[in-house]
């Protein structure tokens, strides 16, 4: 990148707390999915945003496809964040995809995270045996053929589905932020996420895990929560939200807020 990744992130702190909290967004959102959640942590805690490099509020010319073919080097952009603003210890919340990245970042550094909390976050999408995760490879391959067919009515189709609850004003924000996305680096992305499977390395975490998870959510089963919790490797809890959708922050923040406020450490 031309210019420093904190600049081209938008990473932004903010809050005059001590403690240092971090808010990661997942895949069709930016930082700006957690506005509506903030105001209860600003005053108690030192919060960090940023924005995937795959978001539609970063310059796309920063998107490396040679580069961000895995999580792991959205990893590295999250480590280098946080040495760059000196953070030596965190909490750390991660929606979807960004849940999945702090599991990586918490296993790679351990020492720099105290909690990490899990919002809708899922190991692995694609059905494998036993293994619930949500999707057939047949659906998710046709996911893809409609999204890369047409971007503005997949758009249009998905978020509705995706916020699930009927709160009209959170469909149309994440629809804003996914057309905002270039359309060949969504799909890109979508297929990084869909052919990830990160069961194998979830017994490496030892740092503790809060999994928040909605009561139906049309992108992860609730089993997968349970999953979670057996699986990774340090002292875990469930909570479920009795609501619906993926994207609690945007549908039902002051229920969301609550919840991560219960399990950030004292």
């Known amino acids: 990148m031309g210019q420093s990744l904190l600049d081209a992130l938008n990473v932004r702190v903010v809050g005059s707390g001590e403690k240092t909290l971090v808010f990661a967004h997942g895949f069709g959102t930016d930082q700006s999915a957690w506005q509506r959640i903030l105001p ?13 490099v795959c978001a539609g509020s970063v310059n796309p010319d920063y998107f490396d496809f040679r580069r ?3 999580l792991d080097s959205y990893v ?7 040495d760059a603003l000196g953070v030596e210890r965190c909490s750390y919340v991660g929606h979807s995809v960004s849940a999945m990245i702090g599991i990586l970042a918490a296993i790679r550094r351990p020492e720099l ?7 809708g976050a899922s190991p692995r999408f694609l059905n494998d045996g036993d293994y619930h995760g949500g999707f057939e490879l047949s659906e998710v391959e046709r996911v893809f053929s409609a999204m890369e ?6 758009v249009s189709g998905y978020a509705p589905l995706a916020v699930g609850a009927d709160v009209p004003a959170a469909v149309r924000e994440f629809s804003r932020t996914l ?11 979508s297929r990084t996420v869909f052919n990830s499977d990160l069961r194998g390395v979830l017994g490496l975490v030892r740092v503790p895990c809060c999994i928040i998870q909605t009561a139906r ?6 089993s997968v929560a349970g999953y979670l ?8 809890t469930v909570e479920m939200l009795n609501t619906e959708g993926h994207l609690p922050h945007l549908s039902v923040p002051p229920m969301l807020a609550s919840a991560i406020r219960r399990h950030l450490p004292r």
């Open 113 to 119: 995270f105290t909690k990490l909390i899990l919002i």
């Open 217 to 222: 959510d049309v992108s992860v089963p609730a």
């Open 179 to 189: 057309f905002n996305m270039r359309p060949d680096i969504s799909l890109f992305v």
């Open 68 to 70: 961000y073919t895995t």
């Open 40 to 52: 209860s942590f600003l005053p108690y805690y030192r919060v960090v945003l940023f924005d995937l």
């Open 76 to 82: 590295d952009d999250l480590l280098h964040i946080l």
């Open 229 to 236: 919790k057996t699986h990774l490797g340090g002292r875990n």
């Open 149 to 154: 067919a047409n971007y503005e009515a997949w």
